[in-house]
C-alpha cells in the first residue's frame, strides 16, 4: 500500500491499490474457502466477541456504491482491508482474523501504537496466540492471504474498492464497501457501517460520542485554533506540479473543519461539485492560497526549509507568515488522515500543539 497522500494524479478516486496479481491463485484460493464455508463457519479463537443479544439484529443489510451486502448471521471470522476497518472492528472488541499490514506509517511489526494498545487490552497483542494474522497490501489487495482465513464478512468500509476487486472479495465472503466516494468515507460513518455489520450498533454509536468528546476536551485547550481558515495540502518543491490541496471530500479537512476550523475559500471555491479528494495547483499562482494555516507533510527537516526558501512556495501567504505546519512523522500523518475512533485520540496531545504555535502566528 502507498502512502496516504497523493497516490494517483489527476483522479477523482485514490488508486492505492496496484494489480490484484495471478486471477488463477486468487479463484484457486477463493474456491477453497467457498469449500470451507459451504459445510459451515469454520471455529475460531479470534472471533467477533459480541453479546449473544446482539445476534438478533440478523440479516442486517447495508448499502454501499456496488449495490447492498446482506448479513445473515453474526459474523464471528472477520476481515479487513485497507485503513481505518480494522481500527474501527479493534475500537469496538472485535479481533480480526486477519488484517493489513501498515506499510506506511507504521512501526517495526507493521502496526500502529493505537493499534498496539487496543490488541493489547483485548489480549490479542501481535505475537500472542490471539493476534489477528497480517497480510501484506503492498501490490494490492492480498486475496489469496484473506481467502485462507476463511472470513465470514470483510469489511471496507473506508476503502478505494474497485467494481472489479468488489466481486472478487465477495467470491470469498459478504463485503462491506465503502458507501460512496473511494477513501470518502468519515470515521463516524465507518464505525457506524461497521457496527452495523457486526452486530454492535449501540457500541458504534458510544464509541462516535465518546470519541467527539474526547476531541472536543482535548481542542478547548488551544482556544487559538477556533475560527482559523486553514489549507492542507501537499507541497512538493523538487516537483513541477508542486501544490495539491485536499477538498472538504478528504478527512483530513473533515477533521479540522469539525474542531472549528474554516476550509479556505479559495479550496472551496475551486472544488464545488468535485468528487476528487484532492485537487492540484499551479506552484505559480501559489499565493493565491490565502488562508490562516497551511499544513503539509514532509518527509524531513531540510524539505520543510527548501518549502520556505522556495520562490514559488514561500509566496503561499500562510507561509510567509509563520504558519505552516509540517511534520515529518509518518506515523502522526497516518493518524489524522486514516483517521479512526483509535488513531484521533492518540494524535490530539501532538498535533493540536503543532495547529496552535502555527495559530499564534496569525495576526
Excluded at 174 to 183: D, T
Amino acid at each position: 500500500m502507498t502512502s496516504p497522500l497523493f497516490p494517483g494524479r489527476n483522479t477523482s478516486r485514490r488508486t492505492p491499490f496496484k494489480s490484484a496479481g495471478k486471477a488463477t491463485a486468487v479463484l484457486a484460493a477463493a474456491a477453497l474457502t467457498l469449500s470451507a464455508c459451504s459445510t459451515g463457519p469454520a471455529s475460531s479463537t479470534t472471533g467477533a466477541g459480541a453479546s449473544s443479544s446482539s445476534s438478533s439484529q440478523f440479516p442486517v443489510t447495508i448499502d454501499h456504491v456496488y449495490g447492498e451486502t446482506t448479513i445473515e448471521k453474526q459474523p464471528t471470522r472477520v476481515a479487513t482491508v485497507s485503513w481505518v476497518n480494522d481500527d474501527v472492528a479493534i475500537a469496538l472488541g472485535v479481533v480480526p482474523v486477519g488484517l493489513p499490514k501498515n506499510e506506511w506509517g507504521g512501526n517495526e511489526q507493521g502496526s500502529t501504537p493505537w493499534k498496539d494498545a487496543a490488541l493489547e487490552d483485548l489480549g490479542a497483542g501481535f505475537g500472542s496466540d490471539k493476534a489477528p494474522v497480517q497480510y501484506s497490501e503492498a501490490d494490492g489487495i492480498n486475496f489469496t492471504e484473506i481467502a485462507k482465513l476463511t472470513p465470514d464478512v470483510i469489511l471496507a468500509a473506508y476503502s478505494g474498492l474497485t467494481e472489479e476487486d468488489y466481486k472478487k472479495l465477495n467470491e470469498i465472503a459478504p463485503v462491506v464497501a465503502h458507501p460512496e466516494l473511494a477513501y470518502g468515507t468519515s470515521w463516524q460513518d465507518s464505525t457506524s457501517i461497521i457496527g452495523k455489520a457486526l452486530g454492535k450498533d449501540t457500541e458504534a454509536a458510544k464509541l462516535i460520542s465518546d470519541t467527539e468528546a474526547t476531541i472536543k476536551e482535548k481542542v478547548a485547550e488551544y482556544p487559538q485554533i477556533a475560527g482559523k481558515s486553514f489549507i492542507y495540502g501537499n507541497l512538493e518543491p523538487a516537483s513541477a506540479d508542486g501544490v495539491n490541496v485536499y477538498t472538504a471530500n478528504d478527512n483530513r479537512p473533515r477533521f479540522l473543519s469539525g474542531i472549528g476550523m474554516t476550509l479556505a475559500p479559495v479550496v472551496e471555491d475551486n472544488s464545488k461539485g468535485s468528487q476528487k479528494f484532492f485537487i492540484p495547483w499551479s506552484a505559480e499562482k501559489a499565493n493565491e492560497l490565502e488562508s490562516d494555516i497551511f499544513i503539509t507533510w514532509v518527509p524531513d527537516a531540510a524539505t520543510k526549509d527548501s518549502i520556505k526558501s522556495n520562490p514559488l512556495l514561500g509566496q503561499i501567504p500562510a507561509i510567509k507568515k509563520g504558519a505552516l505546519v509540517a511534520d515529518s512523522d509518518n506515523t502522526l500523518t497516518l493518524s489524522i488522515s486514516a483517521s479512526s475512533p483509535l488513531s484521533l485520540p492518540w494524535s490530539l496531545d501532538t498535533f493540536l500543539p503543532q495547529l496552535a504555535t502555527a495559530a499564534d502566528a496569525v495576526k
